[in-house]
């Protein structure tokens, strides 16, 4: 996978090696409170009745022993019979459950624990830091240094996030420091050093800051936003078991585990996003609906860079297309090193290019729920990244030798149009609870 986020990336090289990364030299910055994390104690089974969806028996264990049963948002809309709901397992005498329902039970969780924490106010306390005094000015640079990272990086999505409130600003940057942070660990500078062992340690990392115990003052901004929104540790892990994928998976057998990787990789992005930009109080979507977008929204981005990406994955020995559906388009990896655009080719393409245009268009319908100065950075970036997909059409789906690429003047003249499409309110006001 390559690693420049959406067209504000800029710059490569960002450190982040588990013990040379970037303000690394910062340690053990012990200011943050323990006492003040919240409890995520989920229970364990729950009968969910959802609008759109019917009824689902559902676990929302925390230790992602999925046993939940129901429909994906996205399989109406499919004509891909990719998206098996409940795969028999004969063998083992069980039931196997798809890819997309166990990610759907993190969205239930991540959705549950943002009604939790609203209450019946509907609205977020909004926490003091939770640094002591004379450390608060640390907190503070340690969320300046984090927007500076973020602008350095991707300087159009930093601008949108200046209009959010300042709360909600540092927090997403925080949180796209770390994601970054993360990738960069097996797609930077380092990533050759990367084991699955240096993976472990940032996860007890992860696990530490989340307990209020950074290890170095960015980790140290994280610690402070996840104590102060209602975000769930579990996309976060998962993304660390996406890069744990990259070191040891080099195919993907169908687009079920496709779509797993998608979500470790990026689906996280989305559900760990929402609880900071918040939901409109205006919108009547269920909170569910809303996460299920966002996932929709990081699945459609991973699926167009994997098929920007085909030739520059392939010369690096890695093929993230599923390999059933290859087969059955008459292709084979072989094809893919050879890098010839044929007719076959084209015609895989096609299909490709259309299952990610679906997620686009399921994203869509969120993005829109979600609070105002949260939706034009989103729309920005969900308009860019969807025309990538247009210019791999119009370079005649030659994704071996060409990058599929956005002009300057295309980016420009995207930012007012996400802008028209962010003043759109969502549709009526029902209830004014449980939204963030
Ligand atoms: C507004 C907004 C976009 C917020 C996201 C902020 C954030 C926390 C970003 C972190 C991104 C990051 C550094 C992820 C690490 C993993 C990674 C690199 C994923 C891939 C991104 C682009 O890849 P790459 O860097 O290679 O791209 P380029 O080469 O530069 O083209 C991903 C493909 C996925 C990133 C996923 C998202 C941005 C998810 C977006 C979804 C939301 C923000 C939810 C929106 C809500 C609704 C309701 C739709």
């Excluded at 079920?256 to 409109?280: F, H, K, N, Q, R």
């Excluded at 003043?423 to 009526?428: A, D, Q, T, Y």
């Amino acid at each position: 996978m390559s690693v420049t986020f959406l067209w504000f990336v800029s710059s490569p090289g960002l450190e982040v090696s588990h013990s040379t990364g970037l303000l690394d030299s910062v340690r053990h910055v012990k200011f943050l409170d323990s006492s003040k994390v919240m409890s995520r104690d989920f229970g364990s089974i729950r009968v969910e009745k959802d609008k759109e969806k019917g009824w689902r028996l559902c676990s929302l264990s925390t230790d992602m022993k999925y046993a939940c049963v129901g429909r994906s948002g996205l399989e109406s809309a499919s004509n891909f019979p990719l998206i098996a709901n409940v795969l028999a397992n004969p063998a083992a005498g069980e039931v196997a459950v798809s890819s997309e329902q166990k990610v759907y039970d993190v969205v239930l969780k991540q959705a549950s624990l943002v009604k939790r924490k609203l209450g019946a106010t509907g609205e977020l306390d909004a926490k003091p830091d939770i640094a002591l005094p004379g450390n608060l000015s640390l907190l503070n640079e340690a969320y300046d240094r984090c927007g500076e990272i973020c602008a350095e990086y991707a300087k159009t999505f930093y601008l949108g996030t200046l209009l959010m409130t300042p709360e909600r600003r540092r927090a997403i940057w925080a949180i796209y420091v770390w994601c970054r942070r993360t990738d960069e660990l097996v797609d930077g500078p380092n990533a050759s050093q990367i084991t699955p062992t240096a993976l472990d340690r940032w996860e007890s990392r992860l696990e530490e800051l989340f307990q209020g115990r950074p290890f170095d003052m960015l980790d140290a901004a994280l610690a402070d936003t996840v104590a102060k929104f209602p975000v769930d540790i579990q996309p976060f892990k998962d993304m660390i078991e996406g890069m744990r994928l990259d070191l040891k998976k080099p195919r993907y057998k169908n687009f079920d585990e496709l779509y797993l990787y998608c979500y470790y990789v990026a689906g996280t992005v989305g559900i760990m996003s929402v609880p900071i930009m918040g939901i409109s109080p205006n919108s009547e979507a269920t909170t569910e609906s809303v996460y299920n977008a966002a996932l929709a929204l990081g699945i459609a981005n991973q699926l167009t860079n994997i098929l920007r990406d085909v030739g520059e994955d392939a010369s690096r020995g890695r093929v993230y297309l599923p390999q059933d559906e290859l087969a059955q388009a008459g292709l084979s990896d072989e094809d893919i090193f050879a890098g010839k655009v044929t007719d076959k080719w084209r015609n895989f393409m096609k299909s490709q290019i259309k299952r990610a245009r679906m997620f686009f268009d399921e994203a869509e319908k969120g993005v829109t729920e979600l609070n105002e100065a949260s939706r034009w950075p989103v729309w920005a970036s969900l308009l860019l990244y969807r025309q990538i997909l247009d210019e791999i059409e119009a370079n005649d789906y030659n994704n071996f030798t060409r990058r599929a690429y956005v002009s300057k003047a295309k980016k420009f003249l995207s930012l007012p149009a996400a802008y028209a499409r962010s003043i759109v309110p969502p549709s009526r006001k029902l209830s004014p609870v449980m939204k963030t």
